[in-house]
């Protein structure tokens, strides 16, 4: 084709690579040519500047003469993209399939809470990275075996009203508080109290009921009437869930206030194993009791000995049942040496956590010797727990020290 007496020249839209026979604009996407080529610097005659600038072997690896080929129709943009998606996968796919997977990381905290026999195939130290192993040495030189034995030689009191601590001081004694397996007082009181009051509110709920069943019947209005009769099924389960109640109280109080045999008592080890014991003995001077087991133990825990005297700041720790949370350990320090103002008995205190259910159960340093016989906090306040000398079970049960 002509124009003017001169040949047309073909031309190639470097925008949308349109081929047209002459002319100053894109006949597919509009573009000025000219001022593309201001803008751009590209030569808008055969193929792109672009294009002739092209690395010899094409992109990522493809053939020059797809790069040289004219886009017919506008699609060469697109099968380029479709083959470097392409590259661009294979190439991922390759490298998520032949690589190694992370090692998992390590946590210190497993590690400290771990308890032995409970996580198979526990890795040894030696199999342990070097910088592992040497962070496993460092957080854990108080507790490793040390706790473990003594968590070992620890158990849970169980009687027919709760639930304490207590541990081996001997193979077949089992130290724990005399509040865990007697029953207290001032409990039984508050107890038969609560009993009483339950028992009259059953006696006033029946009679109230009773009248209004008596005068149901009297009741001309038909939609008062169908109310009431409504409500008297809603009184009527209230009055038979308190009804139970009272006589599962009734029961828990005659467990609570009978005097508990030896055989009511059961223990229950680390590895959760329960058993009776035989024999059970009280102190009358303190806090006490020992249980005594037919089968010798052979975890036993040592003794502090008075040359092995706490001193204020010493770590300790602290094994237990708090809450049912079978063989707790919790860790604080020692506070200090006090005396009773009432009994003049020497108390041993520390912050270490004691909570309901920690009663009985050892008071241990950092080598494993047991120094007290957990036994109370004070009242609205925490971080305050006390423990009685372990000596004092010695004393009053004629015990020979091991």
């Not at 008062?224 to 109640?245: I, N, S, Y």
Request: aromatic share 6%; hydrophobic share 35%; charged share 25%.
């Amino acid at each position: 084709m002509e124009t003017n007496g001169q040949k047309a020249e073909e031309r190639l839209c470097p925008k949308c690579g349109h081929r047209q026979m002459g002319g100053e604009e894109c006949g597919h996407c509009g573009i000025i040519f000219r001022k593309f080529e201001e803008r751009s610097g590209q030569r808008v005659a055969g193929r792109p500047a672009a294009a002739q600038n092209a690395h010899p072997q094409g992109v990522a690896g493809l053939p020059p003469e797809i790069m040289d080929e004219p886009d017919r129709g506008g699609f060469l943009s697109g099968r380029l993209l479709m083959m470097l998606l392409l590259v661009v996968a294979t190439a991922g796919t390759t490298y998520y399939f032949t690589k190694k997977p992370p090692e998992p990381a390590q946590s210190q905290v497993a590690v400290q809470g771990e308890q032995r026999g409970s996580v198979p195939n526990r890795p040894e130290a030696a199999t342990a990275p070097a910088n592992q192993q040497s962070l496993s040495q460092a957080a854990l030189p108080m507790s490793g075996n040390v706790v473990e034995d003594a968590r070992n030689a620890t158990v849970s009191v169980l009687t027919p009203w709760g639930q304490g601590s207590g541990f081996f001081i001997l193979d077949t004694y089992i130290v724990t508080n005399k509040h865990v397996v007697e029953a207290n007082a001032d409990e039984a009181a508050e107890m038969r109290r609560k009993l009483d009051a339950l028992r009259r509110w059953i006696a006033n709920e029946r009679e109230r009921q009773g009248l209004i069943m008596q005068d149901l019947p009297k009741v001309r209005d038909a939609r008062e009437r169908d109310f009431l009769a409504k409500q008297m099924g809603e009184w009527q389960a209230e009055l038979a869930k308190a009804e139970q109640q009272l006589a599962q109280g009734e029961e828990r109080y005659r467990l609570f206030t009978r005097p508990l045999a030896a055989s009511d008592i059961k223990v229950r080890f680390a590895d959760g194993q329960e058993t009776t014991v035989y024999g059970l003995r009280t102190s009358p001077k303190h806090d006490l009791a020992v249980l005594m087991m037919a089968m010798p133990n052979q975890n036993v825990l040592k003794a502090a000995t008075e040359q092995d005297g706490l001193r204020q700041g010493d770590r300790v720790f602290a094994i237990g049942n708090p809450s049912g949370l079978s063989h707790t350990v919790t860790a604080g320090v020692f506070s200090g040496y006090r005396e009773d103002r009432e009994s003049g008995e020497i108390m041993l205190q520390t912050d270490a956590p004691i909570n309901p259910g920690n009663s009985g159960g050892p008071l241990l340093d950092e080598k494993g010797r047991v120094h007290g016989v957990n036994t109370l906090i004070l009242r609205n306040t925490q971080g305050i727990g006390f423990a009685i000398p372990i000596k004092a079970v010695f004393d009053d049960f004629n015990l020979t020290t091991p």
